[in-house]
């Protein structure tokens, strides 16, 4: 055992992150084999038990890829090796409330606008997805404009629940979330507290976002208290965006003590998490370990070097993907659009074995390489330009593309060198807010 361990040391004497900037692409992914090898054996030293293995490879994977992403961000290739750091899925299409500025919203004139067919995921697909996907990514968020009310809430492993309660009482609540009921949203919460300590559980951790407009400013001190009395873990107070376009009578509020209230200790749930994951998956994870990054790069075909756009580029078409309950793949959390102003977004859709065509479909490649251009170098009328080639939006994420921090959660016993997390941690794919400054320079 000694004597492996000094082995291991001596093989491994200072794991360097790959350099991002490496031009030839051949090298790069050479180099990404080794760095992901050493990241294993690094990561293996520190946690030596039988059971750590699958665990050891997954994190390296992930790491893995986190660099290929950014490699790929900082070239501004048009086709992808790396698959998506952050995932997003809908449960559901469907929503029982109508918020004002939401494809689900009242007014039928701006929500019937959207291309949005109701649908609902089934457990098989998703598992498909995650299969195919989950091993790379290192978040996954389980809404964007559906409202998913998973059963068995608190045993099925969520980590983080977010609850968007605007207000403190009936009437504030449903101003904003139409036909939404504040007693049963309070109900729930309280019940899924009770459930986390039944099961005697740190998980799902709680948080009530209150967006703070004029008509229910006033309350988020009565919010603050009662989500202590209830036994929420955080309340943020958030500034939304205006949906006057859509209900001018709801303003957002200028001046509101926005930020974050802890009212728990923050609990690392990411190490856990991962731990009980590998258990379930420990051959796909051995078999994902050992494809090599070299092979994927051949199997892509070429990555094009020159496909950079003259504009800026935008970082969800590098490190996201979003898909939807009928399995549309999209590029970010902008849902898609019908006439009479269409915003093409549908990239591909997922089959549960098309993982590789969705990542590089036709359209997405081409919003790419055309990102933000303002036209696409294809002329083909027979085809919608894909929206990324016009878009002028950059909506913030829901949560932080935030690799590095995902490492140093889950890698608890600090076996990778700091030097890794703090590589990616510099990387521009992963900043927010955007610099589109920053983001348009581009040099290799
Ligand atoms: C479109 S919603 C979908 C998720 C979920 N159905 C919900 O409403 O909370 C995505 C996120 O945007 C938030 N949101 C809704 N209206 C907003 C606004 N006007 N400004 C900022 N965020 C908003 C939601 O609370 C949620 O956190
Ligand atoms: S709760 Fe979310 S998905 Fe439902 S209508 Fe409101 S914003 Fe839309
Ligand atoms: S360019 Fe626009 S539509 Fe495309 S991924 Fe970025 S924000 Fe979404």
Redesign the pocket.
Known sequence: MLTGVRRLLRLDPGLRPPSINSCDAADFFSALDKFQRGAFRCLRLRYPERGSDSFCKLVAVKAANAFAAAYHFRNRHSALVSRPVQLQVDPTNA?H?H????LHSANIAWASRFDWPLATLRLGEFDEFCREFGPFATRIAL?????PLPESLVGSGLDRL?A?I?GASTATYSR??RGGDFGLVIDNLRSIVRARRAQSSLKPWLVW?F?AFEHNVHEVEAAAALAREIGVDQLVV??????EHDDPSIK?AERAPFGERLFAEPRNWCAATERASVTRNAEGIDAIFHESWMDRYEGVGGIERESRSPGSACTWLYYSLTMDAARRITPC?LPPMGAPEPRHLVYANFNGKNTGEVVNSFDATRARRDCRSGRTRDVDVQRASPYCVTCTEMPPP?MMPDVAGYLLSVDERRGLPAAIPTALAASRLFAWPHNEEENSEFSV
């Open positions: 929503c409330l918020c004002p500025s939401c809404f964007r404009d559906g409202e977010v968007a605007d904003y979330r976002q967006l958030a500034k939304p965006y205006s949906v957002v959390c829901p």
